[in-house]
């Protein structure tokens, strides 16, 4: 069974660092595209950005490039989202999804729980 | 980018009844990756369809889609209780694989 488990909600402060992760099991890890979706409060759904873990290869959306950093750790199956500076702006629920297939191209079919992030003096 | 728009915003309907909800792309979809996923408060999306017409694992027959090129469709043949969410589409031809901005279903 493919799981995809999140660490749990974060409250920082503007201007502080966080990295948040998304711990897989039931699969092949190298071998499949995951990536991350943010949903501000009462908002709709933005794709963000994956990674290949295989080779390493990322596509990030252009709204959120230099502002997060995509990355994978294929000894424990983990992909992660960071920040360096925190803004209240980034204030939201964080998914982890997993494509379908070994293509960039396949739908998102496995979702972790979701992460909150709280950005607040 | 490829923006999506999708209507209508909101939608007020009953058990039983049947449903089309618009999803329009910008710009042609390339070999028809279109998704599209059901969320409920407080819960991660689902996937539904993907392909633009192909149903998903263990997703029920009432729902189905179809389109191609700009214009995609998601069909709920007769509305279930357990319906009442809100409805994603979403492209996975060009990077960024850009969402549209939601469609809300609710109870009338």
């Known amino acids: 069974e493919v799981q995809l488990v999140q660490s749990g909600a974060e409250v920082k402060k503007p201007g502080e660092s966080l990295k948040i992760s998304c711990e897989t099991s039931g699969y092949s890890f190298t071998n499949y595209w995951i990536g991350w979706v943010r949903q501000m409060p009462g908002k709709g759904l933005e794709w963000m950005a994956i990674?290949?873990?295989?080779?390493?290869?990322?596509k990030y959306n252009p709204s959120f490039q230099g502002q997060v950093t995509i990355s994978a750790d294929n000894s424990i199956s983990t992909a992660y989202l960071q920040w360096s500076s925190l803004e209240a702006s980034d204030t939201a629920i964080y998914y982890c999804?997993?494509?379908?297939?070994?293509?960039?191209?396949?739908?998102?079919?496995?979702w972790g729980q979701g992460t909150l992030v709280t950005v607040s003096s | 980018e490829i923006v999506l728009t999708q209507s209508p915003g909101t939608l007020s309907l009953s058990p039983g009844e049947r449903v089309t909800l618009s999803c329009r792309a910008s710009q042609s979809v390339s070999s028809s990756y279109l998704a599209w996923y059901q969320q409920k408060r407080g819960q991660a999306p689902r996937l539904l369809i993907y392909?633009?017409?192909s149903r998903a694992t263990g997703i029920p027959d009432r729902f189905s889609g179809s389109g191609s090129g700009t214009d995609f469709t998601l069909t709920i043949s007769r509305l279930e209780p357990e319906d009442f969410a809100v409805y994603y589409c979403?492209?996975?031809?060009?990077?960024?694989?850009?969402f549209g901005q939601g469609t809300n279903l609710e109870i009338k």
């Open positions: 990674i290949y873990p295989g080779d390493s290869d990322i």
């Open positions: 999804a997993r494509h379908a297939g070994g293509s960039s191209h396949g739908p998102l079919k496995y």
């Open positions: 979403q492209q996975c031809g060009s990077s960024p694989y850009t």
């Open positions: 392909d633009a017409s």
